[in-house]
């Protein structure tokens, strides 16, 4: 080691670690280090570029809680949680896209025809749809999970302090017999992702904004099939081009249309101004 220079040195420091040989983690452990290395030595990166990068790194994690995970948002506005869903949707199914910061796990389960948004102004939107294999097979008993910002663009987790309850804008629904879902809901506003902390900066530096477009998160899950994690958005909405978090897909875009009087199953007493159809599609699992 003692001869070692700039271009000996990758190979130095992957077989100073003793890792398994052909395994998984060796692969990974030795293809960071020769990126990173290879990135450094293509762009020749200074002192002050180099101390940059990792007080830049601090930042992020001094600014982070259980709440507010700066990393995971890095990772969102770099593409790189949305290159990870990319690469792990399984062919057939529904596109996955972000799950966000928003998510939990202990929603309250709903019937079937809920309304979500109860005292809350905006748009009232009807969602329904169908949850099949990719055979066009209904899945009944597939468990629907979802959770929005409201129609001001926030979610209710974020302004418990003022006494906003948690689960609202949430709910865990059943698919019947067949395959069928339907809830109605406030339609939701675009919202920006946090950008006062280091990721902000980072933005700003770029010339770039925080904004997300207007959507609605889903977890589907059904036995024997993978479950997905996906956004549904709405077609001729703000940021569906520009997503801060390059969350959008094609195949996710929903059309947002006018109240068209009756859905079959509906209470008759529900009322809403808009519908939005959408179709989960799961693969088996494995
Ligand atoms: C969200 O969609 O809820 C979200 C995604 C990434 C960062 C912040 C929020
Ligand atoms: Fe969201």
């Not at 020769?34 to 994690?61: A, K, N, P």
Request: proline share 6%; charged share 25%; with cysteine.
């Amino acid at each position: 080691m003692r001869d070692i220079n700039q271009f000996t040195i990758t190979d130095a420091v992957k077989s100073s670690f003793s890792t398994e040989p052909g395994s998984r983690f060796e692969s990974l452990l030795h293809g960071l280090i020769e990126h990173l290395h290879d990135y450094t030595r293509e762009h020749q990166i200074t002192h002050e570029e180099w101390m940059r990068v990792l007080m830049f790194l601090y930042d992020c994690g001094k600014i982070s809680t259980p709440e507010r995970h700066e990393f995971i948002l890095l990772s969102d506005v770099l593409g790189w949680s949305a290159l990870v869903d990319m690469i792990n949707s399984k062919g057939g199914a529904t596109e996955g896209s972000n799950l966000g910061p928003f998510y939990l796990d202990d929603a309250p389960r709903k019937d079937l025809g809920a309304h979500l948004a109860d005292g809350r102004d905006g748009v009232t939107v009807l969602v329904h749809g169908k949850v099949t294999d990719s055979l066009h097979n209904p899945l009944a008993g597939a468990i629907i999970d979802t959770w929005q910002a409201d129609g001001a663009g926030t979610y209710p987790i974020q302004e418990q302090e003022q006494g906003q309850d948690k689960f609202d804008l949430r709910g865990v629904f059943e698919t019947d017999e067949q395959g069928r879902y339907w809830y109605t809901t406030v339609l939701p506003k675009p919202y920006t992702v946090p950008y006062d902390g280091p990721v902000g900066e980072l933005l700003r530096a770029g010339n770039r904004h925080a904004w997300r477009p207007a959507h609605l998160h889903y977890i589907i899950r059904h036995p024997g099939m993978a479950a997905i994690t996906t956004e549904v958005f709405f077609e001729n909405m703000e940021y569906l081009d520009n997503d801060a978090v390059f969350g959008v897909r094609r195949s996710l875009i929903a059309t947002l249309a006018p109240a068209r009087g009756t859905v079959p199953d509906l209470p008759a007493e529900a009322k809403f101004d808009a519908v939005v159809e959408f179709d989960f599609v799961l693969a088996p699992e494995g």
